[in-house]
């Protein structure tokens, strides 16, 4: 196990955690994991355990859902998510009747459904509801 990073569960969000963690192990063990999107099996490496559990400080026992292709383009969607938020916020006025900015941002948020995010249903709505009335 030399070569699998040492467990530091002091910096872990919740030190005391009761969840699948053995407290007799002293180092991070590769979990296999399967993508939500696309189904591919991948595994959560030992590094990007402690990089989630004491770095970013997630709550230890977090899998990651998506594949590292997924994740990327995922994020890479968020962000494009985030660009016709702020341009909705800084021009609602202008926007609401443009059909193309309407389209193209229900298409992202309807394309964010596929990674299991579904937090977008009210903008969606209020999407179509924009578009049938432009």
Known sequence: MGSSPKIDRSKWHKPTYLGHDDERAT????I????????????FSAESQKHAFEFERRYPGWLPTLCTTCGEEWNFLKQEILKFEHQWESNRTGLASDKNFLNSWLVSLKNAQEYGQNDY???ISMLIKATENT
């Open 32 to 43: 296999a994991c399967r993508c939500k999107r696309c189904g591919v099996p991948f595994v």
């Open 27 to 30: 180092h991070y063990e590769g």
């Open 121 to 123: 249903n009210s903008r």
